[in-house]
């Protein structure tokens, strides 16, 4: 009777870290994806900065782009404003990468769904 309880106990303590195990593996992964796509979104910004620079206006229309994986979406939105008789644009640019598209979150709360999204704004 010890011996069938011993095995029992022992059963479930496998189990258990069974379980433990790929929960670790798991949330590291989704860590590394996070981290990915944070750098993609990072990059589509860089990328909107430069065509900003060099234009002096937003581009066109919003960029899509496939990198590395992610799935990644650029936007630009220009305000123009009177400071004191000196016309000022602002300009904001948004980049956002996820591994599924479009990236709205609709894939929110799915297994291997990441976004991130970062945006900077620049005064003209």
């Keep these: 009777m010890a011996a069938v309880f011993i095995v ?16 670790q593996q798991l949330t590291a992964a989704q860590d590394v994806l996070g981290s990915r796509a944070y750098w993609a979104a990072r990059a589509g910004l860089e990328w909107s900065i430069s065509q900003v620079m060099a234009a002096s206006a937003c581009p066109a229309a919003s960029a899509t782009f496939v ?10 939105d220009a305000t123009t404003y009177d400071d004191e008789g000196r016309t000022v644009t602002m300009v904001r640019m948004t980049s956002v990468a996820c591994t599924a598209s479009p990236c709205d979150g609709t894939n929110a709360g799915t297994v291997n769904y990441v976004e991130r999204s ?3 704004s620049i005064e003209r």
Excluded: I, K, Q, R
Excluded at 14 to 23: D, K, R, V
Excluded at 67 to 76: A, I, K, M, R, Y
């Design 8 to 23: 029992v106990v022992l059963a479930a303590l496998g189990s258990f870290m069974l379980t433990l195990s790929n929960t």
């Design 67 to 76: 990198v590395d994986t992610f799935n990644l979406e650029v936007s630009c």
């Design 118 to 120: 970062v945006s900077a």
